[in-house]
């Protein structure tokens, strides 16, 4: 699939125009992460393989602070690495001492990512001021990053309206940059956010047909890749539209979606999803009438709550197992998921209060 990018265009024109042995390098390294971020990983790892060589040739602290951002990025895209963590914080290191003001900011607004995938609420705070006090106006990589994380951040605490006006600014920067990737996966984001909201909203009502705007949502993520080029996990897109679908009792669809996609998911690193998402196959299959495969799938989705999960993750399990468990006349242990759902429950509305807090006294704007 060819990439229509319009910032891979502006980095060719740069690329073509620039002098020394230096600048194209880091410019190859830049284009290297948007083939990436595009899918295409194998064109981006021969690319990066190559500036290595150059690097090791002609030792220069831009180049190296790059490769070794590129390197945490491409573990993160493979699997969602702690390596990445390790590598872009290196990458700072190198870009702070040498001056290097917007890889520096860019930098610091990743590691807020990587610190918000963690729920590590005292490091994303700290590396988003970090980014903040760094990043230029038009350090739009930096800034939509930034953006991103904090629209998240202030989505997961429930003040959507404070989460609107981060995710228009991220939107914003991503468009300045031409960077259509971006534009993806905010939109990609956005609707897993809201999907987590709609899934948390099913299992404590039983409702169903609220998604349908979201489905229009998933599809358009999907037709946005292909009008760009592509995506670097494929994968992703059908699973949240399956997790739509369970809530809109498109149970048949769900589980297809499911059963195509869920394996690769949780291979590329997202094995922490695993239970949630095995528990909504199981809901699946009792409507489908697959009794016996859905006790089987919720027992194994009880073995996959991980304790390392997002709690409102392994609240929705438990919540989700207690009503397979109840229609398949299974009482006791109903109950027990029950009364497992309900205390993560609360534990997740005093998380949200708490990053609320948080979020409201560091005091931040989005620019």
Same mark, same amino acid.
């Given at each position: ?27 190859? %390294? ?12 194998? %064109? ?11 690097? &090791?040739?002609?030792?220069?602290? +831009? ?15 493979? *699997? ?5 963590? +390790? ?33 590590? @609420? *005292? ?6 001021? =970090? ?22 951040? &202030? ?16 939107? =914003? ?32 009502? *039983?409702?169903?047909?609220?998604g349908q705007g979201l489905l229009l949502g998933a599809d358009?993520?999907?037709?946005? !890749? ?24 498109? &149970? ?27 528990? !909504? ?21 009880? @073995? ?26 299974? +009482?006791?242990?109903? %109950?027990?998921q029950a009364g497992l759902a309900q205390t993560l429950w609360?534990? &997740?509305?005093? +998380? ?6 948080? @979020? ?8």
């Open positions: 699939m060819s990439i229509k990018s319009r910032l891979l265009k502006r980095l060719d024109a740069e690329i073509a125009a620039a002098t020394g042995p230096t600048q194209p390098a880091v410019l190859k %390294a830049q284009k290297a992460l948007l083939l990436a971020r595009h899918g295409q990983m194998a %064109a981006a790892r021969e690319q990066l393989t190559a500036l290595h060589l150059q690097s &090791f040739q002609h030792p220069h602290p +831009e180049l190296g602070a790059w490769l070794h951002f590129a390197e945490g990025l491409m573990s993160y895209y493979t *699997d969602f690495s702690s390596a990445a963590k +390790e590598k872009i914080s290196h990458a700072r290191m190198i870009a702070s001492g040498a001056g290097l003001k917007s890889l520096d900011a860019l930098c610091s607004a990743w590691l807020a990512q990587l610190a918000y995938v963690q729920h590590e @609420l *005292d490091a994303m705070l700290s590396h988003a001021q =970090a980014c903040d006090q760094v990043a230029g106006v038009q350090d739009h990589a930096a800034r939509y990053r930034l953006c991103t994380v904090m629209g998240l951040a &202030f989505d997961f605490a429930a003040q959507q309206e404070s989460a609107k006006l981060w995710y228009a600014k991220a939107r =914003a920067h991503a468009q300045a940059d031409g960077d259509d990737a971006s534009i993806s996966a905010l939109m990609y984001n956005m609707a897993e956010m809201r999907a987590a909201q709609l899934r948390r909203e099913a299992v404590w009502s *039983d409702a169903n047909g609220q358009s993520i999907k037709h946005y !890749d292909a009008a760009v080029g592509g995506s670097v996990k494929p994968d992703l897109t059908p699973v949240l539209r399956a997790q739509i679908l369970v809530v809109e009792g498109e &149970f048949a669809q769900a589980l297809a979606l499911y059963e195509a996609h869920l394996p690769q998911t949780v291979s590329a690193g997202l094995a922490r999803l695993s239970g949630s998402l095995l528990a !909504d196959m199981a809901w699946c299959r009792v409507h489908l009438g697959q009794t016996e495969r859905a006790l089987l799938q919720a027992q194994e989705a009880e @073995l996959e709550s991980h304790q390392h999960c997002d709690v409102d993750d392994r609240a929705i399990s438990h919540s989700r197992l207690a009503q397979v468990y109840g229609a398949l006349g299974h +009482e006791s242990q109903a %109950a027990r609360r534990e &997740f509305s005093a +998380e949200q209060q708490h990053w609320a807090q948080a @979020l409201q006294a560091v005091a931040l704007r989005p620019v």
